[in-house]
């Protein structure tokens, strides 16, 4: 286990903006910072990093905590992995516990979490093979000597070898400890009947590792070397339960940090394409590893940057076919421009061939945009003919239908307008008719995958707590009183007491005074949590408000630190408008006091109601338990008229009517 020294070292030293920072493309607003939700798909930013208070908030979804609860979040870590990964991003040595696993904690490892473990072995295995192995050095790392890569290129993308020997690695996993049937799961090794050995998927061949957003290996990609063999030239890891193609881009993670700084991205086809260009100095590049691109993929670009340059070789025959892909970068908002290398170039040669600056310099002047990329290539063999002419110019119009915003879509049809000489008229009105072919499309295909998927009509239960008003009034304010812990549990507020004394006592104090005076029981367990936890602080000397809390593992817990510390009005920036509202907790004093009377009214009026409940029990049964309980609701309605007058209620204006409910 990860020592505690260890896990306050690295709570002190990560930086939330950084990690999140990697995921979402994010922008200074006031003294927070802004993005767009990694959960939720939406087009105005809701999600909120604090860094002075080193936490996070995704209004859209309502998640929000650390930088370690962002990485179990959108990576799908535990939590020792997370720190772990923290940790290794900044140079922290984990120490660990020297204490005995049980082996009902070895037992509790699940498939995925032996998927990724068998990765990684399985990437190990294939880098020592190719520096250390005598096959290794003398085939794969000649092959990646042969293609000018050097030793920091290679190590950095974690290139390795796998033996011609038919089941070598597959050997090796099981004299590991690893059983025959994740390694058959993870797509590493495959048993045939004849062959009860196993056999190793990508024997004989260069690999290439494929990594998450974060750097675990997930898949691999393997070349064959030899011209003579019958079998596909490149083969990937199939389909498992972390790895789906669709979902990943070769290089995002070597290259992630790049495209922020830069705020564009360059796509291109091949893993040598993306390889290439690193080893050229020019690293914000992803491939789509020979896939079709995806919606998936444009997203994970889209947490960076919206601005994509699509590299084609000079002879790729199936530049056409990647129109789809144009339309679909288009109607994910994203700002497209495409260059052609010249003939007999591809990314991978271009790079190799020329300096760095160079390379520079001619994508950034022969990038055209999607509209003089596609009358390029539609018009580049029509000659006069006017019925080509026509339906190329259909096609252009076609993908400027697919983008969504309606000035960047009005700016491209003018310059269609100009570059055809048509009128805007003629191109607005095929531009109506294109998008209403794309909504009836998407529509029929909307419409067969909420057939397929048709859920079962279901009887949804009530809201408890909205069906009981009282219930609900005194939960509110019990939520509200932690929340002022929370936010604002260490500031001191100037009392004055019934002699007319002045003293001083922090929010924490006052309100944990009220709770214990009323002999409070609290109806939401994750709020007796926390009180739970300040009464041991005020035993211990310590004022534990949000901070405390911030990195305590309970999911319940962690959302009421985050709501507390990050409310609403951080989604505003005011300033920027030369508004200057009042802050929130800018009245603490006020505020406490009148949510303490506030929250005695309402719990007095919910055991009123829970009283009177009990006197049809007794009625005809315990006359003594029963005047008892008379005498309870009448004492308790007393009080209830006592603190209305103190708080100014009004059945017709209510209860401070001057402040949000």
């Known amino acids: ?60 979804t309502g998640k929000g905590g650390t930088a370690i609860s962002f990485l179990m979040e959108i ?89 011609e020997k038919k089941n070598a690695f597959t050997a090796y996993a099981l004299e590991k400890g690893y059983n025959k049937e994740i390694l058959e799961k993870s797509g590493l090794s495959i048993f045939p009947e004849n062959t009860p050995a196993g056999v190793d998927r990508f024997r004989e061949r260069v690999i290439f590792p494929i990594h998450s957003f974060s750097g675990r290996v997930l898949g691999f990609g393997a070349r064959i070397l030899k011209n003579n063999v019958k079998t596909a030239k490149y083969l990937n890891s199939p389909e498992t339960e972390i790895y789906h193609k669709s979902n990943v881009l070769y290089g995002l993670n070597q290259s992630k940090q790049a ?27 992803v491939a789509s590893s020979g896939t079709s691109l995806t919606t998936e993929q444009i997203k994970l670009i889209k947490r960076l940057t919206e601005n994509v340059t699509i590299l084609f070789d000079g002879d790729n025959a ?120 794309t909504q009836n499309q998407t529509h029929h295909v909307q419409q067969q995958k909420e057939k397929a998927a048709a859920p079962k009509m279901e009887i949804v239960p009530p809201d408890k707590e909205k069906e009981d008003p009282f219930l609900y009034d005194v939960l509110f304010m019990e939520n509200k009183l932690v929340e002022h812990m929370l936010a604002f549990g260490d500031i001191i507020l100037k009392r004055r007491n019934e002699q007319g004394e002045d003293y001083q006592i922090t929010v924490i104090e006052e309100i944990l005074h009220h ?5 409070y029981t609290f109806l939401v367990k994750g709020n007796e949590i926390i009180i739970t936890q300040v009464r041991e602080g005020i035993q211990k000397d310590e004022l534990r408000s949000g901070n405390f809390f911030v990195s305590f593992m309970d999911e319940e817990i962690t959302t009421k630190v985050v709501d507390a510390l990050i409310p609403l009005d951080e989604l505003e920036n005011w300033a920027s408008r030369n508004i200057y509202p009042p802050n929130y907790g800018d009245k603490v004093a006020d505020q406490i006091q009148g949510d303490v009377l506030l929250h005695k009214y309402r719990y007095i009026d919910y055991l009123i109601k829970e009283t009177d409940k009990e006197l049809d029990l007794y009625r005809d049964t315990d006359e003594a338990k029963y005047y008892e309980l008379i005498k309870k609701i009448t004492l308790l309605k007393q009080a ?12 017709i204006k209510g209860i401070y009517v001057d402040r949000k409910r």
Not at 44 to 59: A, E, L, M, N, R
Not at 259 to 285: F, P, Q, T
Not at 335 to 345: A, E, K, S, T, Y
Not at 640 to 651: A, D, K, V
């Open 1 to 60: 286990m990860i020592s505690k020294q260890t896990i306050d070292k690295i709570f002190s030293t990560i930086r939330v903006e950084e990690i999140v920072g990697e995921y979402v493309q994010l922008k200074r607003a006031g003294s927070n910072y802004k993005g767009l939700s990694p959960f939720h798909e939406e087009k105005s930013p809701s999600f909120v990093v604090s860094p002075s208070k080193q936490i996070w908030k995704d209004f859209s």
């Open 75 to 163: 990576e799908n870590f535990t939590y020792p992995e997370a720190l772990r990964h923290a940790a290794k991003k900044y140079g922290i040595e984990i120490e660990e516990d020297q204490r005995e696993i049980s082996e009902e904690a070895k037992n509790a490892q699940t498939e995925k979490d032996l998927l990724y473990k068998i990765h990684e072995v399985a990437n190990t295995y294939f880098q020592e093979i190719l520096w250390d192995d005598h096959e290794g050095r003398s085939i794969g790392l000649s092959y990646f000597k042969e293609r000018e890569l050097k030793d920091d290129i290679i190590r950095k993308f974690q290139l390795g070898y796998s033996p």
């Open 259 to 285: 495209i922020s700084r830069k705020n564009a991205c360059l796509l291109v086809e091949g893993y040598m394409d993306v390889i290439s260009l690193h080893m050229s100095g020019i690293e914000n590049v």
């Open 318 to 437: 199936g530049i056409k076919a990647s129109f789809r892909s144009i339309d679909m970068l288009l109607t994910e908002g994203m700002n497209i421009r495409v260059l052609l290398f010249p003939d007999g170039d591809d990314p991978d040669s271009f790079a190799r061939k020329h300096p760095q600056d160079y390379v520079e310099k001619y994508i950034e002047n022969e990038a055209m945009d999607f509209i003089d990329f596609k009358a390029e290539i539609l018009l580049k063999d029509i000659g006069n003919d006017p019925i080509k002419k026509a339906e190329a110019i259909r096609d252009i119009v076609k993908s400027v239908s697919f983008v969504q915003n309606a000035l960047k879509r009005e700016v491209y049809l003018k310059e269609v307008s100009n570059k055809f000489g048509l009128s805007e008229q003629s191109l607005f009105n095929e531009l109506d008719v294109q998008k209403q072919i």
């Open 515 to 519: 709770f214990e005076e009323e002999q």
């Open 640 to 651: 209830s008229m006592r603190l209305s007058n103190i708080i100014e209620y009004s059945p």
